[in-house]
């Protein structure tokens, strides 16, 4: 997955690949990791939080 614009803390985003594929919600928090993969925890509106790879991740209406 390619991004077009930057996954950012607080951006509405939608996951688009991977276990988590078709939810969404707000970034709440990003890592990256000793390898480099960059891993954001994206919080849902009832509250549900879960954790997804950000190449696997597309900002809403972008």
Do not use: P, W, Y
Request: aromatic share 2%; with cysteine; proline share 0%.
């Amino acid at each position: 997955m390619t991004e077009s614009h930057t996954v950012a803390s607080g951006a509405r985003c939608e996951v688009v690949a991977g276990t988590h594929a078709g939810k969404s919600g707000t970034v709440a928090d990003m890592k990256t990791s000793k390898t480099g993969a960059v891993t954001i925890t994206v919080v849902q509106v009832d509250g549900e939080r879960f954790k997804s790879l950000a190449k696997n991740v597309r900002v809403a209406g972008a």
